[in-house]
């Protein structure tokens, strides 16, 4: 797979649980105090020069081709969203923005927007991405999967975890759970075949509904071939096995 790929986002309903008003607005303002969140050291979206330069974005797709992560650099804390995800033939067209406007870290980091894969493109056959966010634009390719999604690409995603390859030693991993308390990796072992993944078990208040959370993992060595590679995830009620695609 190109060490650039990306995919757009459609229609994704989130499931929320029961609740008033008044509890949600306690909840969220519960899990922004995060003991593990970076102190922010500014204020609002990130501004231009935060943003990635031309053509530094990736992608990878997840769940059997249903969805894509696109990688972008930038703030920890500001993840882009998508805004609108077409297809035309086998290009996707994903347009970023920035989260509503909040306290963002000043580091730059890769982090992994969902986007859903419109209807119409065959994902077993070459995708071209292009992206568009703010001022920035950048185009990449996904190399077609071995076999097609078991149900169509458009439809509802499958809340479970699943994970793809960005880059040499890049692999985007997608879970579903509550949007406002996000895995923490605690430490990655990589080894033949795979990598064992630890995430931090925090004691934290969350909001209730079931949306999709990416994750980027980095690899200390670059994959080697085109064999199998799994992940092992253990902590914070994550444990079990993934199959990296791509």
Known sequence: MSPLSVRPAARLRLVLAAASLAATALIAAGCAQSPTAPAPTGSGAPSASEQPSDGDVAAAWLDEGRSIAVVTQGSSTCIPVVKDATASGQTITVTLEDPQAKACTKDLVP???FAQVPAGVDVTKEVEVKIA??????????TGLAAAPTSAPDAMPNPV????????????????????????????????????????????????????????IALDQPRSGSGDFTLTLTGDHLDGSVKVIG
Do not use: H
Not at 133 to 142: D, F, I, K, M, R
Not at 181 to 194: A, N
């Open 133 to 142: 966010y703010g001022t920035v634009s950048g185009a990449t390719a996904l």
């Open 111 to 113: 982090r992994a927007s």
């Open 161 to 216: 975890s699943s994970a793809g390859w960005f880059s040499d030693n890049g692999i985007a991993l997608l879970t579903w759970g509550s949007s406002s308390c996000k895995p923490v990796i605690d430490k990655v072992e990589q080894k033949d075949g795979g990598a064992t993944v630890a995430f931090k078990t925090i004691d934290r208040v969350c909001t209730m509904d079931l949306g999709p959370r990416v994750t980027v």
